[in-house]
């Protein structure tokens, strides 16, 4: 396996990263599984696309958009539809969220059909030149970027108060309660926090690859996945997680061939869900209590 | 009136056996269509809406069932109705096979499984291809339906095999099998302590939903005649089950048929006048009903439905 | 002398670093009831949970009627006639009461039934315990005070032989508690059902129990009679208090 490859599986464990930050962090708070997270990404990536085909804006600067973006459609979604349904049946908050994500596949169809678009930036194909390899700035970018919001995910849930009573709300709901937390206005935040991350991605997403409305879907399977193996509601773990499926995807890739990448991968998924449910990084009697 | 309030299954029933003398081959069509996803419904519900087990994934049986009377049809030459009968008993034993390591998940990590599990058949099917002939697809010999007309046919089919469903729901609800599925879905824990063998009967629910959804998709395979792997492993399909069992009423003997027509029918309405906003519209309506109807039409119109009773429904629901 | 029922030998229950239950060991005669006292955190429940197979055990065994009980699954284990109540009560909420208490006959009763058996003989329990008029409310809309009743109910219709009851009469009032006792007397002496009381209510446990157990932080402290038990300075230090030795025959007088 060549630096090529080492090359293409960080620039996937960084958009890997950033997806299961999001998704972890829906999960690790409010116990949801949002199915309208890869949507989301995908909203992220065309707002960029859109920024940079309308205004010539680059990707990276337009990161705050879809990151502002989304969080703006996740803070409502959760303060108004899922906050109701949350106490019932997991079936409902399932379905609410798989409502949400109809809608904005909808309306990225509508707006700008099922085509194929790409984001071809002027130092599109340039890189750093070291020895015979190139390593091109748009991936170098895209990793650094990742890096960056896993730090700043870190920092803010652990130095601010907004993140300390998100973490608070996550371990024990009455009890931050009774300190005097708003939990309903926390569990809004913090899902908009989670699909501004899920934005965010998404421009790392329309950065590195063409993209498509298709592109939902796999990305929905795919931050279950690092979610698991990372722990669910563990969001650093959800990083490891980001890592360790894009290098099982490359190395999948190069030596079985693309067509039982998926079947391994599952294999390997529900392993880990029924030995390990709590995932590679995760502590047993969390779980249990 | 109230003697349409106590009877109206008979009147839905008689409405139905003369449907196709009624309307067109367009309609007919949507209308078996609706039946197939009303039994497709009514098997989510068993495993689901009785069993509290949400298998989102439940399509994979659909598949299995699909490809397994294709299988048989075109290499062992085998005739529709044996072919069709075998398809169910496949899906049920690939439900009795898996059953025991999924089922062990739960919560959000079983809906996963499930989901992943639907991936993976998906793909195992695409690699067997001495068998399936992979994602070729496999085309089936042409409907052989004698004097009767293809389209009433397979919509007796459908028909038939609701039927059975709905039948082996009711009968399911009232004997130990139901009670035992309530006490589980309500306090696994209790119900183990009172002496339910817990696994057992939530494989049994399983692999009696795998059945009736694999019986379902034998039936498509031979409609269609022809069959990708793509189409019958969609999880788009199986979400829309889902959503259909919940609008009808989850854990209800025929409200999952009932959510089932409705939707197909506002599906078929919507996409017909306005292809472009088909998403939009029907994610605004799950969205409205996931919110506003906690459970389902029929819980709505049932015994004891009053707004006092709806409104503490949905502030029991609240954050 | 009665036969030994259960048989807990050096039973052993760890949650990580944590030991609930401590290398305890005692025995229950057939037809005995047994109290089990001790403060909080002493591994009451955690014990019934143990005997109930709701927990694994980490060590040692338990052997009911001389069948071990270690590598059998809860349900078995409440088929070979343990049946139990719950400190955080658990009815099953999408059912009435009646159905509530046939499922325990249904599933738990030595003997298959059917679901038609099931709903007769759970008519039957509910009238001995005088709760006829309750058979088709739904649980959801029955008062919580009257879920206690309910999950008695239904461990009885299970027909055990041997009923723990996990701090049964909390919340309630003197002539509930009264109630209560005099209904655990007359199962013990009417039907022979080996019962074992977790409670923290002492004169009710004391007035029933031929012998007590005592729990101190998953250590048996002390068993014997409730005499005995009283008079013991370890339990008296670690749980009663002196005054309450001092005054028990007193008060085990006035409750006779």
């Not at chain 1, 996550?170 to 989670?194: C, P, Q, T």
């Given at each position: 396996m060549?630096?090529?490859e080492?090359?293409?599986?960080?620039?996937?464990?960084?958009?890997?990263a950033?997806?299961?930050?999001g998704?972890?962090?829906?999960?690790?708070?409010?116990?949801?599984?949002?199915l309208?997270?890869?949507?989301?990404?995908?909203v992220?990536?065309?707002?960029?696309?859109?920024?940079?085909t309308l205004w010539g804006i680059?990707?990276?600067?337009?990161?705050p958009?879809?990151a502002?973006?989304?969080?703006a459609?996740?803070?409502?979604?959760?303060a108004?539809?899922?906050?109701?349904?949350?106490?019932?049946?997991i079936?409902r908050?399932l379905?609410?969220?798989?409502?949400?994500e109809?809608?904005?596949?909808?309306?990225?169809?509508?707006?700008w059909?099922?085509n194929?678009r790409?984001?071809?930036?002027?130092?599109?194909?340039?890189?750093f030149q070291?020895g015979?390899v190139v390593?091109?700035?748009?991936?170098?970018?895209?990793?650094a970027?990742?890096?960056?919001?896993?730090?700043?995910l870190n920092?803010?849930m652990?130095?601010?108060r907004?993140?300390?009573?998100?973490k608070?709300t996550?371990?024990?709901?009455?009890a931050?309660?009774?300190?005097?937390?708003?939990i309903?206005?926390i569990?809004?935040?913090s899902?908009?926090?989670?699909?501004a991350?899920?934005g965010?991605?998404?421009?790392l997403?329309?950065?590195?690859?063409?993209?498509?409305p298709?592109?939902?879907g796999?990305?929905?399977?795919?931050?279950?996945?690092?979610?698991v193996?990372g722990?669910?509601g563990?969001?650093?773990g959800?990083v490891?997680?980001?890592?360790?499926l894009a290098?099982?995807?490359t190395?999948?890739?190069?030596?079985?061939?693309m067509s039982f990448?998926?079947?391994i991968?599952?294999?390997?998924?529900?392993?880990v869900?029924i030995l390990?449910?709590?995932?590679?990084?995760?502590?047993?009697?969390?779980a249990?209590? | 009136m109230?003697?349409?309030?106590r009877?109206?299954?008979?009147?839905?029933?008689?409405v139905?056996l003369?449907?196709?003398?009624?309307?067109s081959?367009?309609w007919?069509?949507v209308?078996?269509?609706?039946?197939?996803?009303?039994?497709l419904a009514?098997?989510?519900?068993?495993i689901s809406g009785?069993a509290?087990?949400?298998?989102?994934?439940n399509?994979?049986f659909?598949?299995?069932?699909a490809?397994?009377?294709?299988?048989?049809?075109?290499?062992?030459?085998m005739?529709?109705l044996?072919?069709?009968?075998?398809s169910?008993?496949?899906?049920?034993a690939?439900?009795v096979?898996l059953g025991?390591p999924?089922?062990?998940?739960?919560?959000?990590?079983?809906?996963m499984?499930?989901?992943?599990?639907?991936?993976?058949?998906?793909?195992?099917?695409?690699?067997?291809d001495?068998?399936?002939q992979?994602?070729?697809?496999?085309?089936?010999p042409?409907?052989e339906?004698?004097?009767i007309e293809?389209?009433t046919?397979f919509?007796?089919?459908?028909?038939?095999i609701l039927l059975?469903?709905?039948f082996?729901t009711?009968?399911m609800a009232?004997s130990?099998m139901?009670?035992?599925l309530?006490a589980i879905?309500?306090?696994d824990?209790a119900?183990?302590?009172?002496?339910?063998?817990v696994?057992?009967y939530?494989?049994a629910?399983?692999a009696?939903?795998?059945f009736?959804?694999a019986m379902?998709?034998?039936a498509?395979a031979?409609?269609m005649?022809?069959?990708?792997?793509?189409v019958?492993f969609?999880?788009?399909m199986?979400?829309?089950?889902?959503?259909?069992?919940?609008l009808?009423g989850?854990g209800t003997?025929?409200g999952?048929?009932?959510g089932?027509?409705?939707?197909e029918?506002?599906?078929?309405?919507v996409?017909?006048?306005?292809?472009?906003v088909?998403?939009l519209?029907?994610?605004?309506?799950?969205v409205?009903?996931v919110?506003l109807?906690?459970?389902?039409?029929?819980?709505?119109?049932?015994?004891?439905?009053?707004l006092?009773t709806?409104?503490?429904r949905?502030?029991?629901g609240?954050? | 002398?009665?036969?030994?029922i259960?048989?807990?030998?050096?039973?052993?229950?760890?949650y990580?670093?944590?030991?609930?239950?401590?290398?305890l060991s005692f025995?229950?005669?057939q037809?005995?009831i047994?109290?089990?006292?001790g403060p909080?955190?002493s591994?009451k429940?955690?014990?019934?949970?143990?005997?109930?197979?709701l927990?694994p055990l980490?060590?040692?065994?338990i052997?009911?009627t001389g069948?071990?009980?270690?590598k059998?699954?809860?349900?078995?284990?409440?088929?070979?006639?343990?049946?139990?109540?719950?400190?955080?009560l658990?009815?099953f909420?999408?059912m009435?009461?009646?159905?509530?208490?046939a499922?325990?006959?249904?599933f738990?009763?030595i003997?298959r039934?059917?679901?038609v058996?099931?709903?007769?003989?759970?008519?039957?329990?509910?009238?001995?315990?005088?709760?006829s008029?309750?058979?088709?409310?739904p649980?959801?809309?029955?008062?919580?005070?009257e879920?206690?009743?309910?999950?008695l109910?239904?461990?009885?219709a299970?027909?055990?032989k041997?009923l723990?009851?996990d701090?049964?009469m909390?919340?309630m009032?003197?002539s509930?508690?009264q109630?209560?006792?005099?209904?655990?007397k007359?199962?013990n002496r009417?039907?022979?059902?080996?019962?074992?009381?977790?409670?923290?209510?002492?004169?009710?446990?004391?007035s029933?129990?031929d012998r007590?157990l005592?729990?101190d932080r998953?250590?048996r402290?002390a068993?014997?009679?409730?005499?005995?038990?009283a008079?013991?300075?370890a339990?008296?230090?670690?749980?009663?208090?002196a005054n309450?030795?001092?005054?028990?025959p007193?008060?085990?007088?006035?409750e006779?």
């Amino acid at each position: 396996m060549g630096l090529q490859e080492i090359a293409n599986a960080l620039l996937l464990a960084g958009i890997y990263a950033c997806v299961g930050m999001g998704f972890s962090l829906l999960y690790g708070v409010m116990n949801i599984v949002n199915l309208a997270h890869g949507a989301m990404v995908m909203v992220g990536a065309y707002i960029s696309f859109w920024l940079f085909t309308l205004w010539g804006i680059d990707p990276f600067i337009s990161i705050p958009a879809s990151a502002l973006l989304l969080f703006a459609i996740g803070y409502p979604m959760q303060a108004y539809l899922v906050n109701n349904v949350i106490r019932s049946d997991i079936l409902r908050s399932l379905l609410v969220t798989y409502g949400v994500e109809m809608l904005l596949l909808g309306a990225v169809l509508v707006t700008w059909g099922s085509n194929y678009r790409a984001i071809t930036p002027r130092y599109f194909g340039a890189g750093f030149q070291i020895g015979r390899v190139v390593i091109p700035y748009l991936r170098t970018g895209v990793v650094a970027v990742a890096l960056a919001m896993a730090v700043g995910l870190n920092l803010f849930m652990s130095r601010t108060r907004i993140g300390m009573a998100i973490k608070a709300t996550a371990l024990n709901k009455e009890a931050a309660a009774l300190v005097g937390i708003n939990i309903r206005r926390i569990y809004a935040i913090s899902s908009g926090l989670g699909c501004a991350l899920a934005g965010a991605a998404g421009t790392l997403v329309a950065a590195s690859y063409t993209i498509s409305p298709s592109i939902e879907g796999p990305y929905l399977g795919n931050a279950f996945v690092i979610a698991v193996l990372g722990g669910l509601g563990n969001m650093m773990g959800a990083v490891a997680g980001g890592v360790v499926l894009a290098l099982a995807e490359t190395v999948g890739a190069v030596y079985f061939g693309m067509s039982f990448q998926r079947l391994i991968g599952f294999v390997i998924f529900l392993l880990v869900l029924i030995l390990r449910p709590y995932g590679l990084m995760g502590r047993r009697f969390y779980a249990e209590i | 009136m109230r003697r349409f309030k106590r009877y109206w299954p008979i009147f839905l029933l008689a409405v139905a056996l003369f449907l196709p003398a009624l309307v067109s081959g367009y309609w007919l069509r949507v209308f078996t269509s609706a039946l197939m996803f009303a039994v497709l419904a009514q098997g989510a519900n068993i495993i689901s809406g009785y069993a509290g087990c949400p298998a989102l994934g439940n399509i994979v049986f659909f598949g299995v069932g699909a490809y397994g009377a294709a299988v048989l049809m075109t290499a062992l030459k085998m005739p529709f109705l044996p072919a069709l009968l075998l398809s169910g008993l496949i899906g049920m034993a690939y439900a009795v096979l898996l059953g025991v390591p999924v089922l062990k998940t739960r919560g959000h990590y079983f809906v996963m499984a499930t989901i992943g599990l639907n991936d993976a058949t998906h793909e195992l099917v695409n690699n067997v291809d001495f068998l399936t002939q992979g994602s070729r697809g496999i085309a089936l010999p042409l409907p052989e339906t004698g004097k009767i007309e293809l389209l009433t046919f397979f919509y007796f089919v459908m028909l038939a095999i609701l039927l059975a469903t709905i039948f082996a729901t009711w009968l399911m609800a009232k004997s130990r099998m139901g009670y035992a599925l309530k006490a589980i879905k309500s306090d696994d824990e209790a119900a183990r302590a009172v002496g339910i063998n817990v696994t057992f009967y939530r494989v049994a629910a399983w692999a009696m939903s795998a059945f009736f959804t694999a019986m379902a998709g034998g039936a498509f395979a031979y409609w269609m005649t022809f069959i990708e792997p793509h189409v019958v492993f969609d999880i788009v399909m199986s979400v829309k089950m889902f959503i259909m069992m919940a609008l009808g009423g989850a854990g209800t003997i025929i409200g999952p048929t009932l959510g089932a027509i409705l939707l197909e029918l506002v599906s078929e309405t919507v996409w017909g006048g306005f292809p472009q906003v088909h998403y939009l519209v029907l994610g605004a309506v799950l969205v409205a009903v996931v919110v506003l109807l906690p459970e389902g039409m029929t819980l709505l119109f049932g015994k004891g439905a009053t707004l006092k009773t709806y409104r503490q429904r949905l502030k029991a629901g609240r954050l | 002398m009665a036969a030994v029922i259960l048989k807990v030998g050096e039973a052993t229950k760890r949650y990580g670093g944590v030991v609930a239950v401590d290398n305890l060991s005692f025995e229950v005669y057939q037809g005995e009831i047994l109290g089990v006292i001790g403060p909080n955190g002493s591994g009451k429940s955690t014990l019934m949970n143990l005997i109930s197979g709701l927990t694994p055990l980490s060590a040692g065994d338990i052997w009911f009627t001389g069948i071990s009980l270690r590598k059998k699954k809860t349900h078995n284990i409440a088929r070979l006639g343990i049946a139990r109540t719950f400190q955080l009560l658990k009815p099953f909420k999408n059912m009435t009461v009646g159905e509530n208490v046939a499922t325990g006959a249904m599933f738990g009763h030595i003997h298959r039934m059917g679901s038609v058996e099931a709903l007769a003989r759970s008519e039957e329990i509910l009238a001995s315990l005088g709760l006829s008029h309750q058979a088709a409310v739904p649980v959801n809309k029955l008062a919580v005070a009257e879920w206690r009743r309910l999950e008695l109910a239904r461990a009885l219709a299970m027909d055990p032989k041997l009923l723990l009851l996990d701090e049964v009469m909390a919340g309630m009032v003197a002539s509930e508690v009264q109630a209560v006792v005099e209904t655990v007397k007359r199962l013990n002496r009417e039907h022979g059902v080996t019962i074992i009381v977790v409670e923290h209510i002492m004169r009710a446990v004391m007035s029933m129990a031929d012998r007590v157990l005592v729990l101190d932080r998953g250590k048996r402290l002390a068993l014997g009679t409730p005499a005995q038990v009283a008079r013991d300075p370890a339990v008296v230090s670690a749980y009663l208090g002196a005054n309450y030795a001092k005054s028990f025959p007193k008060q085990h007088e006035v409750e006779e």
